[in-house]
């Protein structure tokens, strides 16, 4: 897939980003490269294969999922300078 200027610099709006006027037909190949592998793995036939997490079956080893510190809640609440019905309360920032 060819991109062309128009869309490279679409492309460089939405992603914030400054593009040099010299820069925009490297940008514009290296984008279309992009696209062209993606379209590419878009055709492999993928019917029967099994997703994987880890390409390399790999298992993470994860902890227990319990409680290991008693609840602080009340000790907490004490010093915080406002709450109300067991909640935090914070100054509004956004009008």
């Known amino acids: 897939m ?3 200027t128009t869309q490279v610099l679409a492309i460089a709006d ?6 040099d006027e010299k820069s925009i ?3 514009q190949t290296n984008l279309s490269n992009v696209l062209d592998l993606v379209d590419q793995l878009q055709a492999v036939d993928t019917t029967g ?9 790999a298992v993470q080893r994860l902890r227990a999922d319990v409680v290991t510190e008693v609840n602080q809640r009340e000790k907490f609440q004490k010093i915080a300078p406002s709450t109300a019905n067991g909640h935090y309360l914070v100054p509004k920032v956004v009008e």
């Open 2 to 4: 060819s991109l062309d």
């Open 25 to 27: 037909t490297e940008f």
């Open 49 to 57: 294969v099994e997703p994987m997490a880890h390409p390399m079956d």
């Open 14 to 19: 939405l992603s914030r980003l400054q593009i």
